[in-house]
């Protein structure tokens, strides 16, 4: 069950909009976004870094991190999740 804490943090995560988009240099805040969980191994999904990104980026474009898989999504788009994770990160402390 998401707490109220975590449902304000998503949504700070979501006005972001697409984190890689930003990477590749489109600056888009009104793209419906999606958020990732960076799962790791034996990580509860709850407790997983989140990132958020594009439905393209997420789960429809071939090289999307759900179709495409971590390893081939970080070579094809040249950024890991968790360098995405942490230029996410970044961006919300400069909104602080």
């Not at 870094?49 to 594009?54: D, E, F, H, Y």
Request: glycine share 6%.
């Amino acid at each position: 069950m998401t707490t109220k804490k975590e449902k304000e943090e998503y949504a700070k995560l979501a006005r972001l909009g697409c984190i890689l988009c930003r990477q590749n240099g489109i600056q888009t805040t009104d793209t419906p976004t999606e958020l990732h969980h960076c799962r790791r191994f034996g990580m509860p999904r709850h407790l997983s870094p989140v990132i958020p990104l594009c439905a393209w980026h997420h789960r429809l474009g071939d090289a999307s991190i759900h179709l495409a898989g971590a390893k081939k999504f970080t070579s094809y788009w040249g950024f890991s999740q968790e360098q995405l994770i942490e230029k996410t990160r970044e961006l919300l402390n400069d909104l602080l």
